[in-house]
């Protein structure tokens, strides 16, 4: 159990609901409508990002805040860490 907490660095645990981005940790609240409501708040104040406040960073986040609850949004996310990895592999093996 400690070793998938160790290996994973970017995404939500399935088992704690946390969002882990490296060694920070976040916990999601239990409520799919409050975990929605957080993550468009989150992509719609990322599209504002250019205010002094706000940063292109919330929409990310957002989005892997809506892929726990929306399978179309985590088919994407998935897609795209598919993707990074091969991409990374490829330019190692360079």
Known sequence: MSTRKNNMHFGIDPRTREIVIGTFRLKLPESRWLR??????????????????LGFWMVPLGLLVLSHDSHVVRRQRRRFSVWWATRKMRRNAR
């Open 36 to 53: 929605t409501t957080i993550g468009v708040l989150l992509v719609c104040g990322g599209v504002l990002g250019f205010l002094p406040v």
